[in-house]
Each structure stands twice: as structure tokens, then as C-alpha cells.
């Protein structure tokens, strides 16, 4: 079975701090990891990531994986308090199409 | 530019009704899907469709029904609420390709007494 270890599940910081948010995984036949945001409503994508060792970044947010260790992680560089979300991390396997396996999630809180 | 509608956004049900819960997309994906949202337990898959007429289970699937008669379409019904049932629903859809992101939908807030 698919896990996936998101930590810490909660965090607050203070804006203009750096923020370094985890993930590890197991799957069986890993295809991707994907990042995304959730500020109340929907999960809106920020990052997808399949091959190791490559950064992804926009703008003050990056993200890398490490396939041989089996995780990534997610920098957001001089928070602001829009920042303030739940962020998810999922991984999809080779064999299952598109089917998403997530963790639980971190609460992230930025206070002015 | 609509991209994955559901329907309602809210919802009270009395322990025993049913109900259908409407998710629509116009990117004409491929792949659709249903997911719970509790708190501490991320999101859970509880059903998925690789294409029209084509249906699977997820993680959770117990008390609930789906089908896919057309590309856009992919309603998910609860066929007797109970208060375990109470969670926010997303629905999402992607291309299916390899890698392909999903776009959830707006979520449904039901809550069942």
C-alpha cells in the first residue's frame, strides 16, 4: 500500500522567515510527486516532479526530489502571510494512471 | 473558463437519505475522481474513472456509487447517509498522460445528522 509521511503537520512562523516543508513516501512504482496549495477551498497545483535531484521553482517557492531517499521537500523562501495554507504532497504510481496518494498535510500559519 | 464544477456546495442530510453529488468538467479529461477530506487525514480517493463507461474503487469506496456515461459527467451518490459521511468532497480530473496534475473542483461541505 501507497504512504505518504508529510511533516511537520503544523507550523508557524514569523513573515520574511524561510520555511522548509517535508515529504517522504513508499510506492511501489513511483511516476511523480506533485505539491499542491490549499488556502480554504480547493488544492491548486504548484509543482510536479518525476526526475531526481531536479529543482523546480516559482518565484519564492522551490521544491526537489530525492528519488533515492524517497523524498522531497518544499522551501518557501521570505514568507508572507498569503503563504498561510494547508500544502499537500501526493505521489501517482506507473501502474494506476492518474490516481493520487496524499499525505496528510502541513498546516502552515505566517503571522505578520 | 469553468473547469470542474460541483454541486452543492453545501449539504445537510438526515442519517438514511440519499443523495447524488454532481461533479462536470469541460477540459474533456480523460481521468475523474472522488476524494474525502477529514481533518488530520489528507485527501482519500473513494472512486475514479479512466474514461467514459469505465469505473473503479479507491481507497474508501463503502456507501458510495459512481458513474461516467459521458467524458464530462461524474456523479457520485450516497445511497443511505450515515454521520460517518460527514467530510468535504472533491472532485478533480486530469488528462490520465503520464504525470498529468489534477484540478479539483470547489469541494461540497455535507454534513450528515
Known amino acids: 500500500e501507497d504512504k505518504v509521511v508529510q511533516s511537520p503537520l503544523s507550523l508557524v512562523v514569523h513573515e520574511g522567515d524561510t520555511v522548509t516543508l517535508n515529504c517522504s513516501y513508499e510506492v511501489t512504482n513511483f511516476r511523480s510527486l506533485l505539491w499542491y496549495k490549499q488556502e480554504k477551498k480547493a488544492p491548486t497545483f504548484l509543482f510536479m516532479l518525476?526526475?531526481?535531484?531536479i529543482e523546480k521553482k516559482s518565484g519564492r517557492l522551490s521544491s526537489i526530489l530525492d528519488k533515492k531517499e524517497l523524498f522531497s521537500i518544499l522551501n518557501i523562501t521570505a514568507t508572507q502571510t498569503g503563504d498561510s495554507a494547508v500544502y499537500l504532497c501526493a505521489v501517482t504510481e506507473e501502474t494506476s494512471g492518474s490516481r493520487l496518494t496524499f499525505g496528510e498535510g502541513t498546516q502552515l500559519t505566517v503571522n505578520p | 473558463n469553468a473547469g470542474v464544477t460541483q454541486t452543492p456546495k453545501f449539504q445537510v442530510l438526515k442519517t438514511g437519505q440519499s443523495m447524488t453529488l454532481q461533479c462536470a468538467q469541460d477540459m474533456n479529461h480523460e481521468y475523474m475522481s472522488w476524494y474525502r477530506q477529514d481533518p488530520g487525514m489528507g485527501l482519500r480517493l473513494i472512486h475514479y474513472s479512466v474514461g467514459a463507461g469505465i469505473t473503479d474503487q479507491g481507497e474508501v469506496p463503502n456507501g458510495y456509487n459512481v458513474s461516467r456515461s459521458t467524458t464530462e459527467d461524474f456523479p457520485l451518490r450516497l445511497l443511505s447517509a450515515a454521520p460517518s459521511q460527514t467530510s468535504v468532497y472533491f472532485c478533480a480530473s486530469s488528462y490520465g498522460g503520464r504525470g498529468a496534475e489534477a484540478f479539483f473542483g470547489q469541494g461540497t461541505r455535507l454534513t450528515v445528522v
Open positions: 518525476t526526475s531526481s535531484g
